[in-house]
């Protein structure tokens, strides 16, 4: 990736940001929760960019788990999230033989 490219298009997604805030419409906030494999079993959370941090042994519980977090982090916040992303990663090791 070039990150020459990306500057820029980080800069028109501030100011559109900047623009959708005076304009006095409510702002979309997208929060993204990394969830891998618990080292005993189940699932643990944590949301990028935020210090929220769940687990939960089953998938429906984490997303319980997740929504009351993301409640309770927001509570006193003017801006909430209006949707959660639970972004599933799995990290597997493949040797590759020797030719």
Not at 30 to 51: K, N, P, S, V
Request: net charge negative; hydrophobic share 45%.
């Amino acid at each position: 990736m070039n990150l020459a490219h990306s500057r820029p298009i980080e800069l028109i997604r501030l100011q559109f940001h900047d623009a959708l805030q005076d304009s006095g419409y409510p702002i979309c906030m997208e929060l993204i929760f990394e969830i891998r494999d618990g080292e005993e079993g189940g699932f643990y959370a944590r949301a990028l960019g935020h210090a929220i941090f769940t687990q939960a042994e089953t998938w429906e519980e984490l997303r319980k788990n997740a929504l009351e977090a993301v409640s309770l982090h927001f509570e006193e916040s003017a801006v909430r999230p209006s949707i959660v992303q639970l972004h599933y990663v799995k990290d597997e090791l493949i040797p590759v033989e020797a030719a």
